[in-house]
């Protein structure tokens, strides 16, 4: 394993007190069980990144004694999300969890909370919407700390390909945190930013194409999730293995098994599970907890629930890869 790698978790956790400061707060104590049904809806919803959703919303189940549902479009379309939006809207959940995929979602949280339905987010907030409650990485430090990642990794000297998903308003936080990063070192210079559109061949023909209009690129920084396996392929089909480094996100079985054999460098993984499982833990709070900031918080129109929900982020490397292969 590469000497520079060591203690980037270290680095994570120093980078997240920096950035995320008094912002962030602790998860509140789970709230006595009121039950109900809480459902999540996204896009993309086969992926294996909401695998780990999957296990917090069943941990969710058997802790707080409610029901769960998990529901949206398999592909990347908004329109069909907002569809899923307003059709689990019409089923009358306890509370819906969604993950901020973009302000195009704004309207729909407006209506599910007019509609007396709390709305956590997840992933990306916000606030202008109403939401009851946020559960989530902060996308800025997490870009950030792959930045500090690639300079300990490569030195003052690197070209950069990024592919990302500029769509995204999380992936357009992780990319300024990633630019914030390594701006201060001249030597290290983004030369290629690849669309990936969320989809996986459409990522691995971009690589390609850039790999060949940049042949100076010697590390490749993923944004997304699709992105760090499309840029392995891309890179072995390319016969650059060994020579171009990749550094990816989330912790599919992919890019788990990238890391492991030495193809991705470091992953960064977000907790899914742990965004879940907090998001029904506060929607439960507001709605049979005990605790109150004011006489009456409903009168004085406040919430006692955290502003944010700092979920964290975790680098994954060679040393600890092993540690992240799902069971079962």
Not at 70 to 77: I, L, Y
Not at 279 to 289: E, P, R, T, V, W
Request: charged fraction near 15%; include cysteine; proline fraction near 4%.
């Amino acid at each position: 394993m590469n000497k520079k790698l060591i203690g980037i978790a270290t680095s994570f956790a120093m980078v997240s007190a920096l950035l995320l400061g008094s912002s962030a707060h602790s998860a509140s104590a789970a709230p006595k069980v009121c039950g109900g049904t809480y459902e999540y809806v996204t896009m993309l919803s086969s992926i294996d990144y909401f695998t780990d959703a999957k296990n917090g919303l069943k941990a969710a189940e058997k802790d707080f004694g409610v029901k769960t549902k998990f529901s949206g479009p398999t592909e990347n379309d908004i329109n069909g999300l907002l569809q899923s939006i307003d059709q689990a809207i019409a089923r009358k959940p306890a509370g819906l969890i969604l993950l901020g995929w973009g302000t195009a979602l704004i309207p729909s949280i407006k209506k599910a909370q007019a509609a007396g339905i709390p709305v956590a987010l997840v992933n990306t907030d916000f606030p202008e919407s109403g939401r009851a409650a946020f559960v989530g990485a902060n996308n800025t430090a997490w870009g950030f700390t792959m930045g500090l990642t690639i300079k300990a990794a490569v030195g003052a000297t690197s070209n950069i390909m990024v592919v990302r998903d500029p769509g995204l308003s999380n992936v357009a936080e992780r990319f300024a945190g990633l630019k914030s990063a390594i701006s201060t070192v001249p030597g290290l210079k983004i030369v290629a930013d690849v669309n990936d559109g969320s989809d996986t061949a459409k990522a691995t023909q971009a690589v390609t194409a850039a790999l060949l209009a940049h042949p100076e690129v010697n590390t490749v920084v993923a944004l997304t999730g699709v992105g760090g396996p499309a840029a392995v392929t891309a890179i072995r089909e390319a016969g650059l293995t060994g020579k171009v480094k990749v550094f990816a996100v989330n912790r599919d079985a992919a890019i788990i098994k990238g890391v492991a054999d030495g193809s991705i460098t470091a992953a960064f993984a977000e907790h899914p599970q742990v965004e879940a499982y907090q998001s029904i833990s506060m929607l439960q709070q507001q709605k049979c907890g005990s605790l109150n900031i004011s006489n009456n918080d409903k009168i004085a129109k406040i919430s006692s629930l955290p502003n944010g929900v700092d979920a964290g982020v975790t680098a994954i490397t060679k040393a600890n890869a092993s540690q992240f292969i799902r069971k079962g």
